[in-house]
Each structure stands twice: as structure tokens, then as C-alpha cells.
């Protein structure tokens, strides 16, 4: 089975203009959630769909968006960037819904830079 | 909201020899997962292990293994016979039994020495 991919691996943008990422899960994959990795943060939960609808989130302004289509892939939106937006985006895919253990993989990552 | 603190910003072991990462975390719930995961250079978060916290009985996978306290909140990861490919940043994470989403440490960057 193919892995976590996210597109794209880098990608540079400057303040003010919106940026969208994409993850597309492991094969079967229902789930998808969204990290931010920064130094200073560390690693932050942005937020989890599953099925299509978002079932968590996470403590992030609404300029921070998301949304997942009926193929499981989701993709992120950042509007109005700011520099503290500069970090490695994360997203993990899982099997099944809540309830029961089922494993999170991780994809590479988006190494996003706001100039 | 639960929290979880890795105190050891950065280790060094010996290549062949054996080190201990430390995570505390703070939680009400009494049923929940623990993970410990490896971050190489490459990016690539890889699970290293998971213990359920109603299990008493620590978790092993081949060198890695793991000594939770349930009652001092307390879930340190040990690296026996450590390898130059050990070395990445691990992050201790929680997660609620119900749920997705992963709290996590700060890390530890962990160096080996050949």
C-alpha cells in the first residue's frame, strides 16, 4: 500500500496570501488530521475528518481551515498568512472512527515559509 | 486538557549501549494510549510504540521497550543497544481512548555516538 502523500513538499508564499495543502491517506483511510510543527510551538492538533466532516479541532484561528472529499483526501487552507505560519504541516491517516485503537501514519510533511 | 512534558531536550548515547527518555504527562481520563514516536531527519513521523494504560504489562517492540507508572503519570521509553539510525527527535504522545488526536511533548533530540 502507498503511504501518506502530501503535496506539495515545500512551498513559499508571502504575508497576507492564502495557501492551500493537500494529504491524500493511505488507501481505505478514513480519517485524516492535521498537525503544525514549529520550534517554538512544537507539534500542535489543527484538526481530524472523518467521513467528511470535521470531528475535532483544534486551537487555531479561523483563518486555519479544512475540509475532506468522499475519496478521503483533504486539503488545509491558511488565509491571510502570517509569518508565525512558517512550519512543517503535518497530516496522519487512520483506519476506523473512534472507539477502538487504530494507528496513525504520518505523511511527509509541507515545509510551508511565509516571507 | 491533558498535557505531556519531555524534560530532556537532548540526549547522547554510545552506540551499542542503552538510554532512557523521560515523559510525564497529565491526564483525569483513566483509560488511554501512550506513544512514543521517532522523527529521523527525513521528516517521517514512525510509530516506536504504544501502551494502552489499562494494560499493566509493559510494551516492547525488539530493543524498544517502555516503563509506565500509571499512577505518577509517568511513561519513559528505554533504547537498548542503541544504533546510529536511532538517532532522530522522539516525541512522547497521548491520546484519549476515544479519539484521534495526539498530544504532543516537546521532544527529545536523541544523538548517537559511534
Known amino acids: 500500500k502507498a503511504g501518506v502523500t502530501q503535496t506539495p513538499r515545500y512551498l513559499i508564499k508571502t504575508r497576507g496570501q492564502q495557501v492551500t495543502l493537500s494529504c491524500s491517506p493511505i488507501?481505505?483511510?478514513?480519517?485524516v488530521s492535521w498537525y503544525q510543527q514549529t520550534p517554538g510551538q512544537g507539534l500542535q492538533f489543527l484538526f481530524e475528518?472523518?467521513?467528511?466532516?470535521?470531528?475535532n479541532k483544534g486551537n487555531f484561528p479561523g483563518r486555519f481551515s479544512g475540509r475532506q472529499f468522499s475519496n478521503s483526501r483533504s486539503e488545509m487552507n491558511v488565509s491571510t498568512l502570517e509569518l508565525g505560519d512558517s512550519a512543517l504541516y503535518l497530516c496522519?491517516?487512520?483506519?476506523?472512527?473512534?472507539?477502538?485503537?487504530?494507528?496513525?501514519?504520518f505523511g511527509p510533511g509541507t515545509r510551508l515559509t511565509v516571507l | 486538557a491533558q498535557t505531556v512534558t519531555q524534560s530532556q531536550p537532548e540526549m547522547s548515547v554510545q552506540e551499542a549501549e542503552t538510554v532512557t527518555l523521560s515523559c510525564t504527562y497529565d491526564?483525569?481520563?483513566?483509560?488511554?494510549?501512550l506513544f512514543w514516536y521517532k522523527q529521523p531527519p527525513s521528516r517521517q513521523m514512525i510509530l516506536v510504540i504504544r501502551?494502552?494504560?489499562?494494560?499493566?504489562q509493559n510494551a516492547t517492540e525488539n530493543r524498544f521497550s517502555v516503563n509506565f507508572q500509571k499512577a505518577a503519570k509517568s511513561f519513559s521509553l528505554k533504547i537498548s543497544d542503541s544504533q546510529l539510525g536511532d538517532a532522530a527527535m522522539y516525541f512522547c504522545?497521548?491520546?484519549?481512548?476515544?479519539?484521534?488526536?495526539?498530544?504532543f511533548g516537546g521532544g527529545t533530540r536523541l544523538m548517537v555516538k559511534p
Open positions: 496522519a491517516s487512520s483506519s476506523q472512527g473512534v472507539g477502538s485503537y487504530n494507528e496513525q501514519f
Open positions: 488507501s481505505g483511510h478514513r480519517s
Open positions: 475528518y472523518f467521513s467528511e466532516t470535521q470531528r
Open positions: 491526564t483525569s481520563e483513566s483509560d488511554y494510549y
Open positions: 501502551q494502552e494504560a489499562y494494560k499493566q
Open positions: 504522545a497521548y491520546r484519549d481512548w476515544a479519539g484521534n488526536m495526539l498530544t
